[in-house]
């Protein structure tokens, strides 16, 4: 590379390319443009850089994993238009000779670890249009100067430590600047005049300081879109018209979001809402001392998609005329003094995800038409109001709810038997009501439930040992009933429980020791008079007696029988779980550049919460790439590993792909496909927060050279895969393709449960096997010939891919191998190695039969593989008409597992192999 003396371009970025940078590169002296931007490259910048390159304009090292002291010479690269080293591990300070880089236009230096004050020199940078800092350490004072640079566009210096105020008029000297972004700083001091910066469409000043008045010059910024003074101390001045801000919040016309939670704002709600612009889609004003009525005239922010007026001294009805808001989805209106019953209007909110009543004087019944939310609604909370009805049986029905709180209530009534529909429930509180009845034992059906609470009601008979079901359960709440019988066994299950109230019942007999058991004290177990166990419990110790032991056998061969298959069931499907725990209730963003989809209410998170979750997007922390982003191990503040997809949005269809995977991730339920916890969107920055799997891909199990797979452990990642695939296509109101089936999107957890991933290119279709052509991505290798030659995209090309995957499984081979290079492709080396009664010895893993031919073991082995390969041909047909359905490849591929552990062990049951971890 190093000859190529006359290369005035080289773009390599979005590649995999990994190492430090080649001397030879250096010696392109012509070169002006140089973009290695999202790579794996590390090792530091060489100072002489500009001495070698003396004629770049453009210097992009975005996204690699450079490290070292920015170089102190940069001020030599005379030419130097465009700097972007963001998302790197720089650190030290920034030279204060960058100043002299007079013709740069762009300088990006966020995400690193820069320490020290920003050098005032910056402000000398005359033809800067972009400077952005935001996510490092800097620390000390905004230099004025920075605000004398005519032509600067955008200025970022969020997620720092800078201090002090700013200056009186900073609009004058920047009439072009249109984003300045400064939050979670420690700046001080009023808000400044900004109406000079007339241009100015995102402000974010929140999460600091500042004091004082909003001052009523922002309204001269006519283009302003997002408003970001959230958590300050600023109120408003109401002493004359023309210093009351309120007085002309009309004349912000493209105003789309304000976020004023947590400023002491200290005024009523009606002469806040008199001028608000219709198009306001986002209105955050939770803790901000206000006072009053909603007034009825709030229907008239016909956008508005998120309404926070919680933690305030509202008072009065919730007024009917928010059912108008057909654009609504998150209403806040918790902690405050409202009145009246629930508006059967709000059922009219049909794209509603969040609804937070709680805390308030509420009365009557819960409106039985929220069942006509069943497809949107993720969040109810009705608790500490004065509710007094029934739980409507159409509650039940609202199948996609995450969290529900109708606790401190006076409800009365039985809990139905159809609380076992809500299958993706995570929270369920229904404490201090006045339920009665038996706790129906179809609750068993809540396989996502974290965290139960039926405390302070009248529930009467046993605690239903069905509750052994609740895999997922860590939090378990009965105390203060009228349960009576024994504490079931069958908790000894709930591996993750990790609190437990059983006080104040009228429970017997001994308390269980096994499981979680082991971790409690007699705390949970207070006031049961008649139950007994071990003295750390400060119990009676349980009587042995002769008269039992009938019983106790009987009792032990249940076990044997439906107790031990269960606890094997339960394991695996432990992990694959989500443990979905309801995050902070309000999260105000940010970085004040979001976008208002509907995907991101039902499930709010920030950019700085992923920033610390992962480490600042840390090497070290990066579990792989694809072709629509990168994979981040995180862990978020309640103590949940993760992992985080941050989507290449410079990629084309990067924002479909984000909003169509989280989309679609936030409505499928399924053990074997990864969920959704959470997502992030801004401007310039979109991801999804997915489950964790601690056991990485079947590509890495397949090709690591210290990992192994049994057969049985093979066929049952394949069991799962397939069943994943056959819900997409069949369990859904709609099918589902996913387009992109490969080792490397079937993950597995813990358990080797296998659960598949990435849905960025998958595509819904109109109904039925139908087919749609259009232009996707997809991989090769692994695409069925209709997909790559004409761009047909049907459930049937799902089938083809799962065929693929099956060989690749067994015969641990790529379907790009080089062996397939030329005329013999990887399906037509699986159909000739098939003999009538067997498969060619060379073809399958080397690891999964063994020596000994003539033994049993090897026979069921050669006949499982045998008809697993006929399987998987059977799914790779040439013709989409000729290729089965993955119902049909879901039942043969039982039949083929069930015959193999006949014959294997003489009809024994055989459970999954220990996991054998990487070395």
């Known amino acids: 590379m190093g000859s190529l003396d006359k290369l005035e371009n080289l773009f390599v970025q979005f590649n995999t390319l990994k190492g430090t940078l080649p001397v030879a590169l250096f010696n392109m002296s012509s070169l002006t443009s140089l973009a290695l931007h999202l790579n794996n490259l590390n090792g530091s910048i060489p100072d002489n850089v500009c001495q070698h390159l003396p004629r770049i304009q453009l210097l992009d090292l975005t996204d690699n994993k450079f490290s070292g002291p920015l170089p102190s010479k940069l001020w030599q690269c005379r030419e130097m238009q465009v700097l972007a080293l963001s998302s790197n591990k720089f650190s030290g300070s920034i030279p204060k000779n960058i100043g002299n880089l007079t013709q740069i236009t762009q300088l990006h230096l966020e995400l690193n670890n820069l320490t020290g004050a920003i050098p005032p020199e910056i402000g000398g940078l005359r033809s800067l249009e972009v400077f952005v800092v935001y996510g490092n350490n800097l620390n000390g004072l905004i230099p004025s100067t920075i605000f004398n640079m005519s032509m600067i566009r955008t200025i970022s210096l969020g997620l720092n430590q800078l201090s002090g105020s700013l200056p009186a008029n900073i609009g004058v000297g920047v009439p072009n600047l249109e984003k300045f972004v400064l939050p979670e700083n420690q700046v001080s001091g009023v808000i400044p005049n900004l109406s000079d910066a007339s241009k100015l469409t995102h402000l974010d000043m929140g999460r600091n300081s500042f004091t004082g008045f909003i001052p009523s010059t922002l309204c001269a910024l006519t283009n302003l879109q ?87 001294h509202l008072s009065g009805p919730i007024p009917a005329s928010l059912g108008r808001l057909r654009n609504l989805q998150g209403l806040y209106l918790d902690e405050n003094k409202l009145q009246g019953y629930i508006p059967y209007e709000i059922c009219q909110l049909e794209n509603l995800v969040d609804l937070f009543l709680g805390v308030n004087q509420l009365f009557g019944s819960i409106p039985p038409c929220l069942g006509n939310l069943a497809t949107s609604l993720r969040s109810l909370s009705l608790e500490s109001n004065l509710l007094n009805s029934t739980i409507p049986s159409t509650l039940w029905e609202v199948a996609f709810i995450l969290h529900i709180n109708l606790s401190s209530n006076s409800l009365t009534g039985s809990l139905s038997d159809d609380t076992g529909k809500l299958k993706v429930v995570t929270d369920m509180d229904l404490s201090n009501n006045n339920l009665s009845g038996r706790i129906p034992s179809n609750i068993k059906g809540l396989k996502d439930l974290v965290n139960l609470s039926l405390a302070n009601n009248n529930f009467q008979g046993p605690i239903p040992s069905s509750f052994g079901d609740l895999v997922s359960l860590e939090i378990l709440d009965l105390s203060k009933n009228n349960l009576s019988g024994v504490i079931p066994k069958s908790l000894e299950r709930l591996l993750h429980l990790k609190y437990l109230n059983l006080s104040s019942n009228r429970l017997q007999g001994e308390v269980p020791t096994g499981g979680p058991f082991k971790n409690f004290s007699a705390q949970s177990f207070l006031s049961n008079d008649a139950l007994c166990g071990a003295p750390r419990l400060n119990m009676s110790p349980c009587k042995s007696s002769t008269k039992h032991k009938p019983r106790s056998r009987k009792v032990g061969l249940f076990i044997l029988k439906y107790i031990i298959p269960g606890i094997i069931s339960a394991i695996l499907l432990a992990v694959s779980i989500s443990m979905l725990i309801l995050h902070k209730k309000r999260s105000v963003p940010v970085v004040i550049e979001a976008t208002l989809s509907p995907q991101l209410l039902w499930r709010r998170v920030s950019h700085l919460e992923l920033l610390r979750a992962t480490n600042g997007f840390n090497e070290r922390n990066l579990l792989g790439s694809g072709g629509f982003g990168s994979v981040y191990k995180g862990t978020l503040s309640d103590g949940i590993d993760v992992a985080v997809k941050v989507f290449k949005l410079q990629l084309e269809g990067g924002f479909k792909s984000f909003d169509r995977e989280c989309e679609m991730l936030s409505k499928i339920r399924h053990r074997n496909l990864i969920k959704v916890i959470s997502c992030c969107s801004q401007t310039d920055f979109k991801a999804l927060v997915l489950n964790y799997m601690p056991n990485g891909s079947l590509e890495k199990w397949l090709y690591t050279e210290n990992s192994s797979l049994s057969i049985l452990q093979r066929m049952n990642i394949m069991v799962d895969v397939s069943l994943a695939l056959e819900y997409l296509h069949h369990g859904y109101s709609i099918p589902i393709v996913h387009c992109d089936l490969k080792p490397s999107n079937i993950l597995l957890d813990d358990d080797m449960v296998a659960h598949v991933a990435d849905f960025g290119i998958a595509k819904l279709l109109g109904g039925g096997d139908s087919m749609t052509q259009t232009m996707t991505l997809a991989t090769v290798g692994y695409m069925a010939p209709e997909y790559g030659m004409e761009g047909i995209v049907s459930t049937r090309g799902d089938v083809y891919s799962f065929g693929i995957v099956v060989m690749e499984t067994f015969t641990r081979r790529k379907p790009t191998d080089e062996m397939f290079v030329g005329e013999m492709n990887f399906k037509q080396w699986i159909t ?65 597992k069930t015959k193999f552990l006949k014959d294997a062990a003489g009809g024994a049951l055989l459970n999954r192999p220990l996991v054998q971890h990487f070395n």
């Open 832 to 896: 000739k190695s098939l003999l009538p009664d067997a498969i060619k010895d060379g073809v399958v893993d080397d690891n999964l039969l063994g020596t000994e031919q003539n033994d049993d073991d090897f026979v069921s082995k050669r006949d499982c593989l045998s008809s697993i390969m006929r399987l998987a041909l059977a799914c790779c047909a040439e013709s989409p008409e000729e290729r089965i359905s993955m119902k049909e490849a879901v039942a043969t591929l039982k039949k083929i």
């Open 226 to 312: 997002v408003l970001g003074l959230e958590m300050n101390t600023l109120t408003i001045d109401i002493s004359t018209p023309e210093a009351n801000i309120l007085s002309c919040l009309a004349n912000l016309r493209n105003l789309a979001a304000m976020y004023l939670t947590g400023n002491p704002l200290n005024v009523t709600v009606p002469v806040f809402f008199e001028n608000l612009s219709t198009s306001l889609q986002d209105l955050r004003l939770a803790l901000c001392n206000m006072r009053g009525e909603i007034p009825s005239e709030i229907s008239n922010l016909s956008s508005l998609a998120a309404l926070d007026l919680g933690y305030n």
